[in-house]
């Protein structure tokens, strides 16, 4: 398991399509804005556990997300060359 620090309003890209961002931390509970393509589902751990005990379908429990979140507005992330 990889372990990153951010504060608000940082972010975390993951796979040039996946943007995760601290939208705001309240105590022991943080906020957290995520874009992805609408095609991929989102579910909270305790929803898709809940949904795979004892089945291996989700059985109609729906994604958090209900509408599709709109493209990134941050340009992909650009590997640097190593100079030589």
């Known amino acids: 398991m990889l372990i990153l ?4 309003n940082e972010g975390i890209i ?10 705001r931390i309240d105590g022991d509970t943080i906020k957290i804005g995520i874009e992805a393509p609408k095609e991929i589902q989102i579910f909270r ?10 089945s291996s379908k989700l059985c109609g429990i729906k994604p958090d997300r209900t509408e599709p979140v709109p493209k990134p507005l941050a340009k992909p992330v ?4 190593q100079a030589v």
């Open 5 to 8: 620090s951010r504060k608000v």
């Open 14 to 23: 993951i796979g040039n399509i996946i943007h995760l961002k601290v939208i």
């Open 45 to 54: 751990t305790e929803v898709y556990q809940s949904a795979h005990s004892g």
């Open 78 to 81: 650009e590997e640097k060359s």
